[in-house]
Antibody
Framework: QITLKESGPTLVKPTETLTLTCTFS??????????VGWIRQPPGKALEWLAF???????HYSPSLKNRLTVTKDTSKNQVVLTMTDMEPVDTATFFC??????????????WGQGILVTVSS | DIQMTQSPLSLSASIGDRVTITCRAG??????VAWYQQKPGKAPNLLIY???SLQNGVPTRFIGSGSGTDFTLTISSLQPEDLASYYC?????????FGPGTKVEI
């Protein structure tokens, strides 16, 4: 059974760096083909994909946020960490991590964490 | 980036109604579309992948179709627990992009 859970601060100040941890179980990022994604959702708005990290440490980032995002993994701890620099109030959102599954010829996020609401305010 | 649009952005329907949500991609994406249901205060839940394949455990009243640029999600007989927002997503190329969502009210 796959589970994921996000943890980290729920309040950050403008210009600060946000660090979120996704702790998962039921799969290993040491296994070929496995990947985890990060997605955010401002209150009342749509979902926005942020980043992927793969079993081989390959990483993909949203082009619009690439300069502010870093994603890393700790395979031994079953954790993925997302950092986002220079946070501003418009970055207030619920952040989700999710397991990316391959279905023969396509992919989708088949399991999601519960999400963590991060508010940016002084 | 491939833009995904949805229509309508909100709808109100009755129990037992057939509901159809449309998603359009800004360019052809074969069948690389997933549909998610998101209930208030919850994480999204995968309903459909590859445009028309039903995720395990999802009720068969959820039907996906389409290819290329035009896709639809149909709820064949709306149930009270279907109150939610529904998002399409293209998984054809990075960056993965989502539609704006369709809010279904009952």
């Amino acid at each position: 059974q796959i589970t994921l859970k996000e943890s980290g601060p729920t309040l950050v100040k403008p210009t600060e760096t946000l660090t979120l941890t996704c702790t998962f179980s039921g799969f290993s990022l040491g296994t070929s083909g496995v990947s985890v994604g990060w997605i955010r959702q401002p209150p009342g708005k749509a979902l926005e994909w942020l980043a992927f990290i793969y079993w081989d440490d390959d990483k993909h980032y949203s082009p619009s946020l690439k300069n502010r995002l870093t994603v890393t993994k700790d395979t031994s701890k079953n954790q993925v960490v997302l950092t986002m620099t220079d946070m501003e109030p418009v970055d207030t959102a619920t952040f989700f991590c999710a397991h990316k599954r391959r279905y023969s010829t396509t992919w989708a996020f088949d399991h999601w964490g519960q999400g963590i609401l991060v508010t940016v305010s002084s | 980036d491939i833009q995904m649009t949805q229509s309508p952005l909100s709808l109100s329907a009755s129990i037992g109604d057939r509901v159809t949500i449309t998603c359009r991609a800004g360019e052809a994406i074969d069948k690389f579309v997933a549909w998610y249901q998101q209930k208030p205060g919850k994480a999204p839940n995968l309903l459909i992948y590859a445009a028309s394949s039903l995720q395990n455990g999802v009720p068969t009243r959820f039907i996906g179709s389409g290819s290329g640029t035009d896709f639809t999600l149909t709820i064949s007989s709306l149930q009270p627990e279907d109150l939610a927002s529904y998002y399409c997503q293209q998984t054809y190329t990075n960056p993965w992009t989502f539609g704006p969502g369709t809010k279904v009210e009952i």
